[in-house]
């Protein structure tokens, strides 16, 4: 929160041995001239970096690290966020059970060898259309073997095997829904 | 009589609703769960059989299908 004052309040100090004023504006270019480059990792680095280096203490202004002045969490805060962790993990994989069960009871003996053994299957629509779902990567339109589109699609908040599910049977049932509300990226030739 | 099973997917897995098709009450509140889920944007597929039968998309609830599954909205990424 100190820093705050030292970006805000118009105070003359240091930045990378150069004297300037603490201007919103000085500020917000050094954030842009930052934020216009590429590589967002020095974009990080350099904001927070200035950030670090430089911080207002009472009247003073101060040079160094900042640091949090906040307690270390003690063995019962710790005990509490590891099991709760823990249990997350949990019920995460035991969705993980449920999902691929459902899953696999709503595929063909084909499709379930296929998953069973590679983590993907083939769907083939009604307009003839073949589709490769995988658990790893987004649904692929083939023809023949080769890949020829990818489609961009999720569905939030499920597994995983729920969602491979629903893409099959969205693409099943209505194709056209599928390919409406997914984006398509068509793949090198 | 026969019983119908509605399929909900959630992030724990999905959650099995069960109706006896012969019993009003439990046909109603399955109806009004389907319903309510249909107004969240899911989608309902009739699924028959356990062999990969080819599912369709449905719109209304009906107490006789076998089993339906409710899947969550799809977006684009």
């Not at chain 1, 053994?117 to 990567?137: C, G, P, W």
């Given at each position: 929160m100190?820093?705050?004052?030292?970006?805000?309040?118009?105070?003359?100090?240091m930045?990378?041995?150069?004297?300037?004023a603490?201007?919103?504006?000085?500020?917000?270019v050094?954030?842009?001239?930052?934020?216009t480059?590429?590589n967002?990792?020095?974009i990080?680095?350099?904001v927070w970096?200035?950030?670090?280096q430089i911080y207002?203490?009472?009247?003073n202004?101060?040079?160094g690290a900042y640091?949090?002045?906040?307690?270390p969490?003690t063995?019962?805060e710790?005990r509490?966020?590891?099991?709760?962790?823990?249990?997350?993990?949990?019920?995460?994989?035991?969705?993980?059970?449920?999902?691929?069960a459902?899953?696999?009871?709503?595929?063909d003996p084909h499709?379930?060898?296929s998953?069973?053994k590679?983590k993907l299957f083939?769907v083939?629509?009604?307009k003839?259309n073949?589709?490769?779902?995988?658990?790893?990567?987004?649904?692929?339109k083939?023809?023949g073997?080769?890949e020829?589109?990818?489609?961009c699609?999720?569905?939030y908040g499920?597994?995983?095997?729920?969602?491979?599910?629903?893409?099959?049977?969205l693409?099943e049932a209505n194709?056209?829904e599928?390919?409406?509300?997914?984006?398509?990226?068509?793949?090198?030739a | 009589?026969s019983?119908?099973?509605?399929?909900?997917?959630?992030g724990?897995?999905d959650?099995?609703?069960?109706?006896?098709?012969?019993?009003?009450v439990?046909?109603?509140?399955?109806?009004?769960?389907?319903?309510?889920?249909?107004?969240k944007?899911?989608?309902a597929?009739?699924?028959?059989?356990r062999e990969?039968?080819?599912?369709s998309?449905?719109?209304?609830?009906d107490?006789n299908?076998?089993r339906?599954?409710?899947?969550p909205?799809s977006?684009g990424?």
């Amino acid at each position: 929160m100190m820093a705050t004052a030292v970006f805000l309040g118009g105070i003359g100090g240091m930045i990378g041995g150069t004297a300037m004023a603490y201007t919103p504006a000085a500020t917000w270019v050094a954030w842009n001239q930052t934020y216009t480059t590429a590589n967002t990792i020095n974009i990080q680095g350099q904001v927070w970096g200035q950030w670090n280096q430089i911080y207002y203490q009472g009247t003073n202004v101060v040079s160094g690290a900042y640091t949090a002045n906040q307690p270390p969490p003690t063995e019962e805060e710790i005990r509490i966020a590891t099991a709760r962790a823990e249990d997350a993990r949990k019920q995460a994989a035991a969705a993980q059970v449920r999902a691929e069960a459902l899953l696999l009871e709503h595929l063909d003996p084909h499709q379930r060898e296929s998953y069973r053994k590679d983590k993907l299957f083939i769907v083939e629509t009604r307009k003839k259309n073949r589709y490769q779902l995988s658990h790893a990567r987004q649904p692929r339109k083939l023809d023949g073997t080769k890949e020829v589109v990818s489609y961009c699609i999720h569905t939030y908040g499920v597994p995983r095997e729920d969602e491979l599910l629903g893409f099959k049977l969205l693409l099943e049932a209505n194709e056209d829904e599928f390919l409406k509300t997914a984006n398509a990226t068509r793949l090198a030739a | 009589m026969s019983t119908g099973t509605m399929c909900v997917m959630t992030g724990a897995g999905d959650t099995k609703i069960l109706w006896d098709s012969s019993n009003r009450v439990e046909v109603d509140a399955a109806r009004d769960h389907f319903n309510d889920l249909v107004k969240k944007r899911y989608l309902a597929f009739k699924a028959e059989g356990r062999e990969g039968t080819r599912g369709s998309q449905i719109r209304d609830f009906d107490p006789n299908l076998e089993r339906i599954i409710m899947v969550p909205p799809s977006v684009g990424g």
